[in-house]
């Protein structure tokens, strides 16, 4: 077969052309079709959504009467910085928004293949392209992701968005629009401060960092764990695997909330000095890590099972490659699917076990935490609800993202679900 690129190329004339043909316009409205055209193919959307941040976060707080004190910048001399983060914010989002659009451009060549019996067809796309053409279609999968991608890139830059410390008490000396202790929600204390003076929304921020680094860092610890001693067990069987399993079984059997507990209480309290001054998410991370990986070592071992007779991999064996080989290249990369889809419901899981610990009291005092931040609200729960309602929400909206992400994710990758 010979295949042919679709380079072919329109000038602005042909397209506007094609507009007006399509929607049947005539040609005194020549504007809309222009306007459209631009829109489709000129970078028109890139530049309104520009503005669009630009004019809302820039234009729209002082329009409608906000004074910088409300808003935690400082004085009147911080709206110039303030201005120049809404277009670098602004100028980030257009920029991703346009790298986006070229890189789809540049990977989703069309090329033409001429057959054998002479007619012309289009390449058939690829496994992944599928898989994102399933998944786009879902719009609550578009939305958990976006919502997954946003508490992302608000846990990496939180301290450029915090208006006070998250652990100060700044706002306990502070007479200005409230503040004080147990302040109810306003302007410039979005979710009020707690029993300390402690601006709860800084503290809301801050914690969403340690409850994304436990749940991301526990998961990819759990993971390497159970696909390396599954994909073991499934290849070599015999005592390799027997051992492995019973293993496995050892661990489902445990119950995993009373285990956690105790070696969180024996690392962070303890007589060896050592294990005490290890941070309290390391710890809550090694935990939830080493007791969670027994189920995705079952079925990867099943998986790994299930693929190890099929012809490519018996021809891979025959031309010579190495057991290694076999798993990395031809074994693990078939089974990725439910492995993904499996890390990323772990996620949800290894957030929902760190708040569950630190608001059994386990958490450190110095490190901000969600589940933390629920426990210390408990004594003011009838006269501020706010303190516990804040990281509640937050933590039920980040679980039910992720796990929405993997079913979306699971979904997508099923090959029997694609059309």
């Given amino acids: 077969m010979q295949r042919i690129e679709d380079t072919t190329k329109m000038t602005f004339a042909q397209r506007l052309d094609d507009y007006l043909v399509e929607h049947r316009l005539p040609k005194s409205m020549s504007w809309v079709g222009t306007l459209a055209v631009l829109w489709k193919h000129y970078f028109l959307n890139y530049i309104t959504e520009f503005l669009v941040i630009l004019i809302g976060i820039g234009v729209l707080i002082p329009a409608f009467g906000v004074s910088v004190e409300y808003v935690g910048i400082g004085s009147a001399q911080g709206w110039g910085m303030y201005f120049l983060f809404v277009t670098v914010l602004a100028l980030i989002w257009t920029g991703f928004r346009f790298s986006w659009h070229y890189y789809r451009k540049s990977t989703a060549k069309k090329e033409v293949i001429i057959a054998k019996d002479g007619t012309l067809r289009e390449r058939s796309p690829s496994q992944w392209s599928l898989v994102w053409r399933r998944y786009r279609r879902n ?238 609200a408990q004594t003011v729960l009838k006269t501020n609800p706010e303190l516990a309602l804040l990281p509640g929400f937050s933590i039920f909206f980040v679980v039910l993202a992720f796990n929405l992400l993997g079913d979306a994710l699971r979904d997508a990758l099923d090959p029997r679900l694609r059309e």
């Avoid at 005490?276 to 935990?287: D, G, L, W």
């Avoid at 969670?292 to 079952?298: F, K, S």
């Avoid at 890390?343 to 958490?363: P, W």
């Fill in 139 to 376: 719009k609550v999968a578009l939305l958990s992701g976006a919502l997954v991608i946003g508490i992302t890139v608000l846990a990496i830059i939180y301290p450029i968005l915090m208006p006070f410390s998250s652990v100060g008490v700044e706002p306990l000396f502070d007479a200005w629009n409230g503040g004080g202790s147990l302040a109810n929600p306003n302007l410039k204390y979005p979710g009020g401060t707690d029993v300390l003076g402690r601006d709860e929304f800084s503290r809301l921020l801050a914690g969403s960092e340690v409850s994304l680094t436990v749940g991301v860092f526990s998961t990819v610890l759990s993971v390497l764990i159970g696909v390396t001693l599954g994909a073991l067990a499934g290849y070599y069987r015999g005592w390799t695997e027997e051992i492995i399993m019973r293993l496995t079984d050892m661990f489902l059997a445990l119950p995993f909330l009373v285990i956690a507990i105790l070696a969180v209480s024996f690392i962070r309290r303890g007589r060896l000095e050592f294990l005490r001054q290890i941070p309290q998410s390391i710890v809550i991370i090694i935990v939830l890590g080493v007791f969670g990986w027994a189920g995705l070592c079952r079925l990867v071992s099943a998986n790994t099972r299930q693929i190890y007779n099929l012809d490519y991999v018996n021809a891979a064996r025959v031309l010579g490659a190495s057991n290694r080989r076999i798993i990395m290249v031809h074994i693990l990369p078939n089974i990725l699917a439910p492995i993904i889809v499996i890390a990323t419901i772990g996620v949800a899981g290894g957030i929902l076990a760190e708040a569950g610990l630190t608001f059994l009291g386990l958490g450190s005092p110095t490190t901000i935490s969600w589940g933390q931040m629920v426990n210390d």
